[in-house]
């Protein structure tokens, strides 16, 4: 049974918009992931067309700064890899041209430095281990962060010869 059942076409793209904005109120979305809201709450995929276009057109929904904030805060605040934040924005639905321009932000010197800074904290995490489980951890956890393993064993011989 669809969720919307206004009589007019109107009434239908009112109650569209309404849903896309109530969600927008809560947190940035891309425009697939509004898809997909509209879709799972059956309303007629060209009236969820019109209402995403429409809301696109104004900048209400803009694929582009939605891209480029998560990339900075995701880099920022909790150090991933360019991979790792190209692999969320795919799964979010965001396009390739944004996920690149978004990715412009994180150089590769910036790249390692935050490598650098989670190698450093993971084996102060770890002190008093053997010397090869903080070393594999270490690892690990620059592995679920994103970072290659080049960048990631780069990151740990620079943090073990940094410790005293």
């Given at each position: 049974?669809?969720?919307?059942?206004?009589?007019?076409?109107?009434?239908?793209?009112?109650?569209?918009?309404?849903?896309?904005?109530?969600?927008?109120?809560?947190?940035?979305?891309?425009?697939?992931?509004?898809?997909?809201?509209?879709?799972?709450?059956?309303?007629?995929?060209?009236?969820?067309?019109?209402?995403?276009?429409?809301?696109?057109?104004?900048?209400?929904?803009?694929?582009?700064?939605?891209?480029?904030?998560?990339?900075?805060?995701?880099?920022?605040?909790?150090?991933?890899?360019?991979?790792?934040?190209?692999?969320?924005?795919?799964?979010?639905?965001?396009?390739?041209?944004?996920?690149?321009?978004?990715?412009?932000?994180?150089?590769?010197?910036?790249?390692?430095?935050?490598?650098?800074?989670?190698?450093?904290?993971?084996?102060?995490?770890?002190?008093?281990?053997?010397?090869e489980v903080r070393r594999r951890r270490t690892l690990a956890h620059l592995g679920r962060k994103g970072y290659?393993?080049?960048?990631?064993?780069?990151?740990?011989?620079?943090?073990?010869?940094?410790?005293?």
């Open positions: 049974m669809p969720w919307l059942t206004p009589d007019s076409h109107a009434e239908q793209v009112e109650a569209a918009r309404e849903i896309v904005l109530r969600r927008l109120d809560r947190c940035p979305a891309p425009r697939a992931a509004l898809a997909g809201l509209l879709e799972r709450r059956e309303v007629d995929p060209q009236v969820a067309q019109e209402v995403l276009d429409r809301l696109e057109a104004v900048g209400i929904i803009d694929d582009a700064s939605y891209a480029a904030a998560l990339a900075r805060t995701r880099f920022a605040l909790k150090g991933a890899a360019r991979r790792a934040i190209a692999e969320e924005l795919r799964a979010k639905g965001v396009g390739e041209e944004h996920i690149a321009s978004a990715l412009e932000q994180v150089d590769g010197a910036g790249e390692q430095e935050a490598a650098l800074a989670l190698a450093r904290r993971r084996l102060a995490a770890t002190r008093g281990l053997d010397p290659d393993a080049e960048v990631s064993a780069q990151a740990l011989r620079r943090a073990l010869a940094e410790e005293p």
